[in-house]
Nanobody
Framework: QVQVVESGGGLEQPGGSLRLSCAAS????????MGWYRQAPGKQRELVAN???????KYADSVKGRFTISRDNAKNTVYLQMNSLKPEDTGVYYC??????????WGQGTQVTVSS
């Protein structure tokens, strides 16, 4: 059974940093890509960043230069280093793991709150 488990959210002040982690397990199929999405109250879920298994990345314009996504392919784990946090970064952050043949699996979400 595929599992996608996030960790690392919490409360941080503006300008601070947080690091999210996400581990995918339980599939024999190739894990093509992993990514982070977020959903703020009253808004649609949006892409924050993703990374393919060749290391190529994509970022939302709002986080470029502040967030860094990285991946440990051996551990099927993705990280999101979030620096210079802003109140508008607040939301539930979801991890997406995209596998060959079986598609996307999502984590349960982790809350990130940026507030003074």
């Amino acid at each position: 059974q595929v599992q996608v488990v996030e960790s690392g959210g919490g409360l941080e002040q503006p300008g601070g940093s947080l690091r999210l982690s996400c581990a995918a397990s339980g599939s024999k199929f190739t894990l093509y890509a992993m990514g982070w999405y977020r959903q703020a109250p009253g808004k649609q879920r949006e892409l924050v960043a993703n990374i393919n298994n060749d290391g190529s990345t994509k970022y939302a314009d709002s986080v470029k230069g502040r967030f860094t996504i990285s991946r440990d392919n051996a551990k099927n784990t993705v990280y999101l280093q979030m620096n210079s946090l802003k109140p508008e970064d607040t939301g539930v952050y979801y991890c997406d793991a995209r596998f060959a043949f079986i598609g996307d699996y999502w984590g349960q979400g982790t809350q990130v709150t940026v507030s003074s």
